[in-house]
Each structure stands twice: as structure tokens, then as C-alpha cells.
């Protein structure tokens, strides 16, 4: 009965472990509609929590039980509704990809809130930690539409797929320093792309992610880059965009202007890939 999936980054080895499940014992968040699936609890609490650097303040979260009432009111609502139960509730791809964003980041959250205080995901450790990150990302589960899922799942078979925007990286966060920070809203419509547009140039500008070492001729990368290198290339070939230099033309296609001259001239150095941090991405928040 083992599987093995082997992949990188948020991702783990996945071997056919059973996972114990994350349950809420709540309503649903009051007035939320007979139609359609409304993240409003949840962005509520994104705002008040989560500073503008992408910190969250889990401190004042797990201390407040009004909040703590209100994610599990949330995810009472993903666990009764999703684009595979009732998808007469999600009116096409934005909402279906929206929705899975969010749920990935309510349970990361709710994982993390239900363990405070932690120093990172990787402590929430599996009995058999076969990966970094094995227990956090693979052994605990969620409900979502009335089925059980794992982290490693969501992200593999609902977020990452081949007809994916790979944009859909830079706003999906997995509790670490290391990752995009979290989105308060996700739109749909022409506001998602442009939600896309930021959240990938935002990333590509930081420093600590996109470095041009001109001394050393090097460009020193997230492993973000590294790790769903496939993912990014083939969302250039999806855009009729040739991939003739690798990993710098997807980011010279989703920087700011003002860095591309950068990447440009760095299309001809060696590509170093740094250490991901797995610090938690805990921090006072804007309330």
C-alpha cells in the first residue's frame, strides 16, 4: 500500500501514512449564503492578524477566542463545501483556485494555532519523520468539501496542476519564513491577476529571494525557484514565451521593471540556490 511521491520544498515524501484528522466543532459563519463560498471570516481575521511584511501575530490569535471561534467557523465552511462537492457554488477556475489558496492557508493556520507555540512546522514532527517537514505537511489532515486531505495533497492535486497559473506560488504560504507571505484577500476576475502580478514581482524584488551578485557573477535564487523550476517553465510555454535561459526568463517576465536589467545581464552567471528558512512567520500584526 506505500506510495512514494518525492518532491521538494513545501512538499514531502509521501509513503501511505495514515494522517489524524483536524476536526471543528462549529456553525457556519453566520449569514454565510446558500449560494456561492464566501471567505469574508477569513479575511477578516488575515487583516487584523497578519502585519503588511506577511507576519502573523499567532500570540494574539490563540489568545482571543472570538478569533479562534471564527477560523473554525470558516472551516466549518470548507469542510461542508468545495469545488468538488458543490461545484454550483464556485462560477468558474478564479473561484475554484481562490478557494483552494485559502483553505491551504486556513490549515496551516488552524495547524499552527492548535500546537502554540511553535518555532517552526517542521516541530510538528510524524513518528517516523522519513523528510523535514513530514509531520506537518503529510500526517495531519483536514476536511474540505466532506473529504479528508493532507497539505502535501492540496498543494499537488488541486493547486499545481499543468493549467495552473505558476504565479499561484507567490501566494501560497506554508507558515515559514521562507514562503510568500499571505494574502489578506484573494479576488477573482481581472482583481486575481493583478493580486498574481504583485504578489510575484513583490517576491522576485525582495533581495532575499532574487540576489544579483555582480562581484561574484552569480545569481543567488530562492529554492523556491529551484523547487517548482518545472512549474514555472512550462507557465512560459503556456504564454508562448521561449524558456532559451531557464529560470531568468520566467523572472524577467514577472519582475518589476526596474529589476530586469538586473536579471538581463545576470542571464550569463552561475545560479546559486540558498537555504530555505523554516522559521515560523510569527510577528505582531496590524489590529
Known amino acids: 500500500m506505500a506510495v512514494k511521491l518525492l518532491t521538494m520544498g513545501c512538499s514531502v515524501v509521501k509513503w501511505g501514512l495514515g494522517g489524524q484528522v483536524t476536526s471543528v466543532n462549529a456553525a457556519l459563519p453566520e449569514g454565510f449564503s446558500e449560494n456561492g463560498f464566501s471567505h469574508a471570516a477569513f479575511e477578516s481575521l488575515l487583516r487584523r492578524y497578519v502585519s503588511p511584511s506577511g507576519l502573523v501575530d499567532y500570540e494574539a490569535w490563540h489568545a482571543d477566542a472570538a478569533s479562534l471561534a471564527q477560523l473554525d467557523a470558516y472551516l466549518a465552511a470548507v469542510a461542508a463545501y468545495s469545488p468538488d462537492n458543490a461545484p454550483e457554488r464556485f462560477a468558474g477556475d478564479d473561484e475554484t483556485l481562490v478557494y483552494w489558496v485559502q483553505a491551504y492557508s486556513a490549515f496551516v493556520i488552524k495547524a499552527v494555532l492548535d500546537r502554540w507555540p511553535l518555532d517552526s512546522v517542521t516541530d510538528v514532527r510524524a ?99 529551484e523547487w517548482y523550476a518545472d512549474d514555472f517553465l512550462a507557465d512560459l510555454r503556456r504564454r508562448g514565451i521561449p524558456a532559451e535561459r531557464g529560470i531568468v526568463d520566467y523572472l524577467v517576465l514577472v519582475a518589476p521593471a526596474d529589476r530586469r536589467a538586473d536579471l538581463e545581464r545576470a542571464a550569463q552567471y552561475a545560479i546559486e540556490y540558498g537555504e530555505y528558512d523554516w522559521g515560523l512567520n510569527a510577528g505582531g500584526g496590524e489590529r
Open 127 to 225: 513518528t517516523l519523520e522519513i523528510r523535514r517537514g513530514f509531520g506537518f505537511f503529510y500526517t495531519l489532515d483536514f476536511v474540505a468539501g466532506g473529504a479528508r486531505i493532507n497539505l502535501y495533497d492540496l498543494e499537488h492535486d488541486k493547486l499545481i496542476r499543468d493549467d495552473v497559473d505558476a504565479r499561484v506560488h507567490f501566494v501560497l504560504n506554508c507558515g515559514s519564513q521562507g514562503c510568500p507571505v499571505i494574502r489578506p484577500e484573494l479576488p477573482t476576475g481581472d482583481e486575481l491577476e493583478r493580486v498574481l502580478a504583485d504578489a510575484a514581482r513583490d517576491f522576485v524584488a525582495d533581495p532575499a529571494n532574487v540576489y544579483v551578485d555582480d562581484a561574484a557573477r552569480v545569481l543567488r535564487l530562492s529554492p523556491i525557484f
